[in-house]
Nanobody
Framework: QVQLVESGGGLVQPGRSLTLSCATS????????LGWYRQAPGQEREWVAL???????NYADSVQGRFTIARDGATNTVYLRMNSLRPEDTAVYYC?????????WGQGTQVTVSS
């Protein structure tokens, strides 16, 4: 059974940093494309960052230069380091993992950026 469990969300002031973690199980981690998506209230879910099996990364324009995605094969965990957070980054953040069997999603973790 595939499980993606996010952690690390919370309330943070603008300009500060936060790191999200996603512990995975039940997937072939080394062969999975991993990523983070987010969904703000009243908006559709949007792509934030992806990391390939060879650790090539891609970012949405809105987070380029501020967010960093990384994967750790020793612990089967994917991270999202978020710097210089802005109020518009407020959303539920979802972990994503796709191996040869298809896509999987975590339950989401809330990130609120507010003073």
């Amino acid at each position: 059974q595939v499980q993606l469990v996010e952690s690390g969300g919370g309330l943070v002031q603008p300009g500060r940093s936060l790191t999200l973690s996603c512990a995975t199980s039940g997937i072939i981690f080394q062969r999975a494309v991993l990523g983070w998506y987010r969904q703000a209230p009243g908006q559709e879910r949007e792509w934030v960052a992806l990391i390939s099996t060879s650790s090539t990364t891609n970012y949405a324009d809105s987070v380029q230069g501020r967010f960093t995605i990384a994967r750790d094969g020793a612990t089967n965990t994917v991270y999202l380091r978020m710097n210089s957070l802005r109020p518009e980054d407020t959303a539920v953040y979802y972990c994503y993992a796709r191996d040869f069997r298809g896509p999987n999603w975590g339950q989401g973790t809330q990130v609120t950026v507010s003073s």
